[in-house]
């Protein structure tokens, strides 16, 4: 293969690899849900956990849809703080009561084997609201969000 050529090939594979890992990478992946849950509790914000798998089209679909443009909407209310899961990852992971897991161990620790599926959290990573599970009404969907959201919200408020 000529030098050039190859040389563009190479450019754009790693522009491709950069292009979907932006991507992958746009909303925030859980690190240390303790560490979330104090500054969810300081701000008094429920936290919401986005259980995907990268093969999931309908993950990429609520996320695309209605996650992404709602943390790109700064006067969004009320406020969440939201964190991302891949139940088949291996990246590491602090659980709400400082254990070291992993993404994948800590989707099967919460009993999560559906996906898209999101479920709505306190501090302590207790249930606020209903869990969201798949994505059975388009038409709806951002209803239920907002719903579920502002369930979450009012149920943090009053304890």
Not at 31 to 43: C, H, I, S
Not at 90 to 102: E, Y
Not at 125 to 148: M, T, W
Request: aromatic share 8%; glycine share 6%; proline share 6%.
């Amino acid at each position: 293969m000529h030098p050039v050529f190859r040389r563009a090939v190479l450019t754009l594979g790693v522009g491709a690899w950069f292009a979907t890992t932006a991507v992958a990478e746009s909303l925030p992946g859980a690190v240390n849900l303790q560490e979330d849950g104090r500054r969810a509790a300081a701000e008094r914000q429920p936290i919401v956990l986005f259980f995907r798998s990268q093969s999931c089209p309908f993950c990429r679909e609520v996320e695309e849809l209605y996650l992404e443009p709602r943390q790109r909407d700064a006067a969004a209310m009320p406020r969440i703080r939201l964190r991302v899961v891949d139940v088949d990852g291996a990246a590491p992971l602090v659980a709400f009561d400082g254990r070291r897991t992993d993404h994948a161990a800590f989707a099967r620790a919460q009993q999560v084997s559906l996906v898209p599926h999101l479920r709505f959290v306190g501090p302590d990573g207790k249930a606020l609201a209903p869990d969201l599970i798949g994505i059975s009404s388009r038409d709806f969907y951002g209803g239920y969000l907002e719903d579920a959201i502002r369930a979450a919200s009012d149920r943090l408020q009053r304890r």
